[in-house]
């Protein structure tokens, strides 16, 4: 087996306007090996979140997307609706930045934490149910069994993002990909969220791929980093070269605008590097 | 939630004493004198018994007056007695209720069985040939008067192929008229579900759902179509409203037995007390079931059993 | 500048439906306003051939029961049908215009309640104020016209009271009031010219209403009496022919049918940029 996991070459997407095509992503390439954090790093609109969208095949229906994409050496662009609908969730779990938002609002949490287990490994309902407890206990949420019975209206922005993090590690994909999952939250429980991506990583060895634009978020979890910008690639390494050695002018400017990084990193080493499998 | 409702019954009574108001205003409006308007065709109009049903319609007094007497006689239940027939207008008009609603709620269901599908099928190919088809349906479908519609399913449905019968209120009678109204109607019921559902399908729940890798009949049918019925609930009573404008018609076109077809009888023989009273019940039961409707979607939306 | 759903209707390419519907509505007015030069027989005479007579080359849509050619009282029905669409439509524009903006710009007790008379009246299917109005008014081709205007003055008065809301939030009103200019002006001049083209829109679908309204009152005898050739009026006298004459069924039917299509196509694909109703469905 070869170790890099998610394997993406030669990815773009385009948009047709008016004036010809928009590369939204333009012929990238990356890889994310199995325990390992990669954080894809930009700003709005470098074409990010679309780079997720594609490996999930979930793009806007007037998108154009190019390239391949393997996971675990089985070729996914290609696939077809069905054969995709068996990758999702159950492979790759992606989880979004809108957690006010990303659960339906008239399904009670239960359902929406087991329907994924039910769908992908034929399991009872029961016993779904309790996986889902399991996972909600996993992300920290105190009784999580009458939880179940509730509307996502009950629930705060974290809690709901909490929910979804959950519901995605239930099915134990062996790539999660979290698109700016702390953007929406505050500060106290951005922590606890990154730290539960650092734990799928050690426990169950996952990959995660990171989308942010928030190199803070960056220093803290990630283990390698792709800096985006205008659709392309323009920088890839470790996450100390990247931040203590910035080769292009682009990150060197993403780094000094984010004052809280020095801290964040000396913070992480205080900690003795509790992201790292030893 | 309880204060909503309190609110919504608040706002439907001050909508039913409008009409009632309205309805007692109108009647001065009446170019000329109504009595005389009335009894244009009677012979036993004699000055005498012009000036006697004056007094008891209560003209004789100011306008204002009037208006308060008639509110409150209507608040007690009563819509006073036709002038063709002296009968109580309340009595004849809850006869032929029964009748109406059940044309009604029968032309409804047609109209969400056969809208809220076509709805469906627009939105879940948005831009393509069935959405196209689905639309210029619709469109054609609020552009054909529901009386023609009823003409035309009797030359067909009744006369050549002797289906049902042409007239009457037995239970056969019922299909045609509540195929013509849920007909005319299905039109604006699958516009209205295509544009909740198109609107659905774009929020980010829905993505969620396709990411978890749900089927994608899973995904149309459980997570986008229970909150567009529960959004189609809303405009389940506005829909409502506008059958029953088309119910009159179409009660008239196949004879159905209901109100509607007494007042356009009163309407023609210019019984006053029996046009007011219709208005009333009829402006009322439209009212009262949007009112309902709007309080069963507080129960069905779980954003709303909340408050 | 100006309205923002103008401006986007004036950018994009027309679409199609409103191609179909402007070319049929055109033909339709043409006809409507050469029919006394088109129409082979004057629509009211009697035994212009046999009774109930099928269509044929000296009949197109063939005869009545009087003997009366159909295809010239449907043509001369058409001026009736746009007329009394066009009249109502006028009424009731420039009544719930000026109630609208009565609203939008007077104080806050005279505007609650306005607004709260209009929405109640609004809450009614049009069609069915209509019928109470001519219930009070009696039949006739003139009451039943002035019962459609009236009940077509929720729609317009709320639908200019929403352009004129949103006009009078913009920053130039306020100072245009601040400067001392009378509301009345401000209106003349700056209201008025941003909010016209949007309800010249919204005139097209109260026209087919109108219409559809017109017949069915005729239709019911409420509306324009027989012998005038009004479509629904056709249809009603026609319901009792249906077996041996059905053709007298389906040409007015027809009429009716595509002049409320041309003017639904026209008015539809611009509406949704306007409706009130879309924004509070309340």
Known sequence: MSESFLNVRNLSVTFPTASGTFAAVDDISFTLKRGEILALVGESGSGKSMTSLAIMRLLPDAARFHGTISIDGTAIAGLDRRHMEDVRGARIGMIFQEPMTSLNPVLKIGRQMTEGLIRHQRMPRHQARIAAIAALDDVGIPDPKSLLDQYPHHLSGGMRQRVMIAAALTLKPGVLIADEPTTALDVTVQAQVLDLLVDLKTRHGSGVLLITHDIGVVAETADRVAVMRGGRIVETGTVGDILTNPQHDYTKGLIASHLTVERAMRQRHAEGRRGRTS | MLFLIAKRVLTAFVTVLTVIVLSGILIHVVPGDPVTAMMAQSVTATPEVMAEMRSQLGLDLPVWQQVVLYASHVLTGDLGTTIRGNEPVARLLFERLPNTFALAVSGLSVALLIGIPLGFLAAINRGRLADTAVMVIAVLGVSIPGFWLGLIMIQVFSLKLGWFPVAGSGYRNIVLPALTLGLTYCALVARMTRSALVDILAEDYIRTARARGLREHQVLFVHALKPALISIVTVVGLVFAYLMGGQVIVENVFSWNGIGRLAVQAMLERDYPMIQGFIVVFASSVVIVSMLIDILYGFLDPRMRQR | ?282
């Open chain 3, 1 to 282: 500048m100006s309205m923002v759903p103008t401006t986007t209707i004036r950018r994009r390419a027309l679409p199609w439906s409103v191609i179909i519907g402007l070319g049929l509505a055109l033909v339709i007015i043409i006809l409507a306003l050469a029919a006394p030069v088109i129409a082979p027989y004057d629509p009211m005479r009697m035994a212009s051939g046999p009774r109930l007579s099928a269509p044929g080359l000296t009949h197109l849509f063939g005869t009545d029961e009087f003997g009366r050619d159909l295809f010239s009282r449907v043509l001369h029905g058409g001026r009736l049908s746009l007329g009394i669409g066009l009249t109502a439509v006028l009424t009731g524009i420039l009544a719930g215009g000026l109630i609208g903006l009565i609203a939008a710009f007077s104080g806050r007790v005279i505007q609650s309640v306005l607004l709260r008379l209009i929405d109640v009246l609004y809450s009614f299917p049009d069609t069915l104020i209509a019928l109470a109005l001519v219930a009070f008014l009696g039949p006739g081709i003139g009451n039943a016209t002035l019962a459609i205007a009236i009940s077509l003055i929720p729609f317009y008065a709320r639908v200019t009271y929403g352009l004129a809301a949103a006009e009078r939030a913009k920053p130039y009103i306020e100072a245009a009031q601040l400067a001392g200019i009378r509301s009345a002006r401000l209106v003349r001049v700056h209201v008025m010219p941003n909010i016209t083209q949007s309800l010249i829109v919204m005139g097209t679908l109260g026209f087919s209403s109108a219409i559809l309204s017109a017949a069915g009152l005729s239709f019911l005898g409420l509306g324009v009496q027989p012998p005038s050739p009004e479509w629904g009026g056709i249809l009603a006298s026609g319901r009792n022919y249906i077996t041996k004459a059905p053709w007298i069924l389906l040409f007015p039917g027809l009429a009716i049918c595509v002049t409320v299509l041309s003017f639904n196509l026209i008015g539809d694909s611009l509406r949704d940029l306007i409706d009130p109703r879309r924004k509070s469905p309340s």
